[in-house]
T-cell receptor, first 115, second 115 residues
Framework: AQSVTQLGSHVSVSEGALVLLRCNYS??????LFWYVQYPNQGLQLLLK??????LVKGINGFEAEFKKSETSFHLTKPSAHMSDAAEYFC?????????????FGTGTRLQVTL | DGGITQSPKYLFRKEGQNVTLSCEQN?????MYWYRQDPGQGLRLIYY???????QKGDIAEGYSVSREKKESFPLTVTSAQKNPTAFYLC??????????????FGDGTRLSIL
C-alpha cells in the first residue's frame, strides 16, 4: 500500500521567510503525488501535482515542489511567505484502483505566518 | 461556475438518530468520494463511487451508508451504529478517465456534532 508521511504537524515562519513543508512517500510503483491546502472550515484546494513529466512542479500562489526519487520526498516550498498562506497543507498519493483516483493523505501540516 | 455543493454546513445529531449529508456536483465527474476529517489525522476515506449505481467501501465504512442513483449526487448517511460521528465530512469528485493523476475537487464540508 502507498502512503505519505508529513514531518511536522505545525510549522511557523515569519512573513517573507522561506516556507518548507516536508512530505515523504512510500510506494512500490512510480507515485502520483499531490499537495492540497485547506483554509479554516473549508474544503481542500489543489496546489499542485506530480505526474512524472517534470521533477520540479510549479503550483498556484507561488508554491512549488520537487520530486526526489532517491530521497522518496516531495517537499513543498515557497520563497517568501505571506500572511494569507496560513492554512493547513496536505500531501497525498494516488492509489491505483480501477478508474477512481483514490487518495491517501498525510496527517497535515499547519502553517503559521507571523509578522 | 462548476463545483461541489455540500449541505448543510453544520448538522447536529441526537443519540440513536440517522442523519444524511448531501453532496451534489455539476462538474460531470464520474467518480465521487466521502472523507472524514479529524484533528491530527488527516482525511480518511469512507466510501467512493466510480459510476452510477456502484460504490465501494473505503478504509472506515463501518457505521456509514451511501447511494449513487444519479451521477451528480452522492449522499452519505451516518447511522446510529457510528459511535463517534463527530467530525468534519468532506465530499470530493474526480474524472474517471485519464488515470491516477486526476485531482479530486472538494466541497466545503459538513461539520457534524452530537447533541
Amino acid at each position: 500500500a502507498q502512503s505519505v508521511t508529513q514531518l511536522g504537524s505545525h510549522v511557523s515562519v515569519s512573513e517573507g521567510a522561506l516556507v518548507l513543508l516536508r512530505c515523504n512517500y512510500s510506494s512500490s510503483v512510480p507515485p502520483y503525488l499531490f499537495w492540497y491546502v485547506q483554509y479554516p472550515n473549508q474544503g481542500l484546494q489543489l496546489l499542485l501535482k506530480y505526474t512524472s513529466a517534470a521533477t520540479l512542479v510549479k503550483g498556484i500562489n507561488g508554491f512549488e515542489a520537487e520530486f526526489k526519487k532517491s530521497e522518496t520526498s516531495f517537499h513543498l516550498t515557497k520563497p517568501s511567505a505571506h500572511m494569507s498562506d496560513a492554512a493547513e497543507y496536505f500531501c497525498a498519493v494516488s492509489d491505483y484502483s480501477g478508474t477512481a483516483s483514490k487518495l491517501t493523505f498525510g496527517t497535515g501540516t499547519r502553517l503559521q505566518v507571523t509578522l | 461556475d462548476g463545483g461541489i455543493t455540500q449541505s448543510p454546513k453544520y448538522l447536529f445529531r441526537k443519540e440513536g438518530q440517522n442523519v444524511t449529508l448531501s453532496c451534489e456536483q455539476n462538474l460531470n465527474h464520474d467518480a465521487m468520494y466521502w472523507y472524514r476529517q479529524d484533528p491530527g489525522q488527516g482525511l480518511r476515506l469512507i466510501y467512493y463511487s466510480q459510476i452510477v449505481n456502484d460504490f465501494q467501501k473505503g478504509d472506515i465504512a463501518e457505521g456509514y451508508s451511501v447511494s449513487r442513483e444519479k451521477k451528480e449526487s452522492f449522499p452519505l448517511t451516518v447511522t446510529s451504529a457510528q459511535k463517534n460521528p463527530t467530525a468534519f465530512y468532506l465530499c470530493a469528485s474526480s474524472r474517471s478517465t485519464g488515470g491516477p493523476n486526476q485531482p479530486q475537487h472538494f466541497g466545503d464540508g459538513t461539520r457534524l456534532s452530537i447533541l
